[in-house]
């Protein structure tokens, strides 16, 4: 027998790739659950926060007398009684070295900035008695000017923060001639102006809350040494560090725990006012204090996302070439920075000129105060609005030039063979196939068919109007390279962390640092090491989210846990195949250069000796005989930090009907061919898209947080915030094709933000397109029927010319 | 306070409960069901639906005092001896969960959903499920599931290239 036939007996058939049915899923279907807001510790105590009612205003007086002596109140902690120890909510991302930011308490001191503020703390026996005592405390509010709209607000005053004297926090530009990535962009319009065309458009991005459907809850337990903090958090080891500097609590003394995560989508990466206040009431009163909020004051209080306001330029020859593109950004901050709020637009500077060849390209981000919730990250997060603006200009273009919108997209995208493609926002995109995906996609939709149905309705007068949106989308993902991050002034790495022990029984426990909320990693990761290791996938077991257990880590969000985390993941069990390796060696008596390791097996090669990985582990526990000066131990760690990100993409193409009597919209078809390079399960990425799909269709078509004009937030209920339900969406036609990453081992891209990225233009532009002949040119997202009604009126008003 | 008498997945109970105590709070603190989760504030999001004698409710939307002599089944009584109840063992089968929040009031919801129609179109499967929100499967999963347990035929139309049809 050949050593080559022996490897193809002796392996198993690879998990990677396997539609796995997931580990978690045992105890979510049969509720033996761990939300945060399910665990007790006797003698916990619980926290209500009185918010302000305002949006902006002065505070001159707290009595919280008559709440101190409601039932079952402990305590009322006030702005006064906390200003010396609350510290300041941190902003990790000054984007600038100028940057303006206020001070921002976890409990408003003198001055209240967005309507939801917390303005006190009640601490009670129960969480009822604390709600009951919330109504009890009276607070005088001197009202002051409130500034809402992005325009206005870069403009100010009024300001949103008196004593900043601007609400402009920072502005950051990218220039594709200075950076010496591509030409002068002013130079490429002016030159489209006198021979080319010229696309001007602004559009909005509107603002949505994140909506993850566990509201968030935290408990502290300040007996006993250490602080143990459990935190519906996608980011435990932020919460912990930031503990830590905030509060200056040794970080060696407090433990944080993510447990099982309802959802998080962004707005759960966050340091919250609500953890700082439920830790300084744990330490207040002695002992277990537990907060967890309602849905209201989820919507009111959690950080939203999006809220920009985009101004753009796209210049292109005649025949429809590209050549530059400027992207002029107002931002909305609402009130405070949170972690990474002022970063979120940059994260979208590298992503507009998508995957299009431009030869110059300007972005210039402006971040705005306004006295709403703080935004930050929500899926996507910036990249969704570049993408967004980008197939937009890309739409308009073609109908500009009366060319098909696929057609001018593939005479401007990148070619296959012409990857690594550096662009001209100065990132290098690792691999892709736009003509097979674009190819696979319009099959799958019957693109040819649509349209000629498309023609029959337009010439028949229907008053149902058939438009098709297209989508052919590519992001960054895998945050992040550390030194990347650096340089463009965020404060931490991008590195990710894990620790794979193989136990003497031979079972193998892997410690990640990322932190699961959803995305299946137990599952995952378990296919990873099982291959690995070759070892079964059900002897796999993954520990995450818990600080003690998981010591280091960057956690879960920016689609980097698989590309980054997983490759820790597969960095240490390689190192434990290596010192496995030297003791099987010195076990087997023969040079460690002579052993194959296959199917979790050490052999020697060209003999039937060999010895199993799990009797190495033993071997090393009981260190009776091992190699001289061998750390008794083949259990691993490993950081890995990537070189680059990976860029996925894929074409989205999408069946838009548009009654024009009712302006009512109908998704009727929704077919997406993403490329994510190489898939570890094809069952999760299928779940990934799929719930991608619904949010970034629920930005086009049903979602905003709308504030009356005294910032008061109006769809502060899921009543008022329209998060669709399964009646709202069809099911979706979702295929693959695959260019692996060439940035990491495992030749994955990142799949959770593909979908929401994707989705939102390719609805926006069927919209349009179905009713553009009709003279409309944009309809302001949510496409809500009475918003494309009167966009349909607006334009026959105009005689069709608008 | 008020005396009531409720069984809880086969278990009886007899408690003092304040009268505006919802019956989720009453399932959560007093009987420690915490498989029955709370997701709003409204109504809106179903996460904490479970059945009173058979038929689904939201716990969030009715009284304990209600449930004084009926039986109430949560998440956590479905499964029998060990083995799932088959809407559960499809949520798996189907990867029609991810986060899990929301699949305690999905499951008891869509068992309810095929008791009153055994065999549902995706649509009536759609329309069915419209009082409990998912913010992480997009929903094409569940409905999967749902189709999974309610026949064979079913499946093979969610893959229909039409869509959904409204």
Redesign the interface.
Known sequence: MTTTEQEATSSQTPEIGKAR??K??????????R?T??LSVSGMLHLGMVRSPVAHARITAVDASAAKTSPGVVAVLTGADLAGKQGSLPNAWPITADQKAPNHPAVAVDHVAFAGEVVAVVVARSA?EARDAIELVDVDYEELPVVLDLATAAAGPPYAHPELSTNVSATWVYDSRQAGTGTDVDEEIAKAREDGVVIERTYRQQRLIP?????RSVLVDPTGEQLTVWSATQVPHFVRIFLALVLGIPESKIRVIAP????G?GGKLQFTPEEVLTVLAAQHTGKPCKYTE???ESLVSGHHGRDQLQRLTLAATKDGTVTGLKVDLLANMGAYLGLVTSGVPVLGAFMYNSIYKFAGYRFTDTNVFTNTTWTDAYRGAGRPEATFAIERLMDDLAAELGRDPIELREQNWIKHEEFPFTTVAGMTYDSGNYEAATSRAKE?F?YDELRAEQRHRRESGDPIQLGIGVSTFTEMCGLAPSRVLGALNYVGGGWEHASVRVLPTGKVEVVTGTSS????HETAWSQIVADRLGVPFEDVEVLHGDTAISPRGLDTYGSRSLVVGGMAVVKAADKVIEKARAVAAHLLEASADDLEFTGGRFTVKGTDKGMALAETAFAAFQGHNLPDNFEPCIDADATFDPVDFSFPHGTHIAAMEVDTETGAV?????VCVDDIGNVVNP??V??QV??????GIAQALFEEAVYDENGTLVSG???DYL?P???D?????TDRTVSASTTNDLGVKGVGEA?TIASTPAIVNGVIDAIRHLGVQDVVMPCAPQTVWRALRAASTKGGTA | MTRINVTVDGVAYTDEV?N?TLLV?YL?EQVG??????????T??G?CTVHLDGRSVKSCTMLAVQADGHEVT???G??QDGV?HPM?AA???C?A????????GM?MSSIDLLNDNPNPT?TE???G???????????????KAVQHVAGGSAPAR???????S?
Do not use: W
């Not at chain 1, 909506?211 to 509201?215: L, T």
């Not at chain 1, 109908?666 to 929704?670: A, D, E, S, W």
């Not at chain 2, 419209?130 to 999963?141: A, P, S, V, W």
């Open positions: 049915r997931r978690e899923d045992q105890r979510l279907i049969t509720g033996r659950t939300y807001d399910n009822r909506a993850f459907m566990e509201p099982d995560v309802g959802g989508f309602t849905r209201s799958l019957g909320h959803g995305q299946g109908k998704l009727r078809k929704y069952l999760i299928e779940g799929h719930g991608g799909l619904a949010q209920s899921f009543v998060v339900s399964a009646a969406l069809p099911s979706f036609i979908g | 304040e505006r709070q959560r069901k915490t498989g029955t989760v709370i997701g709003c504030d409204t809106n999001c996460a949560t998440i956590e479905l499964a799932l559960q949520f798996h089968e990867h969960l991810q986060c899990g929040f929301c699949t305690p499951i995706e499967i759609r329309h499920l419209e009082g409990n929100l998912c913010r992480c499967t997009g929903y094409q999963n569940i409905v969610a893959a229909a290239a039409t869509g959904a409204s």
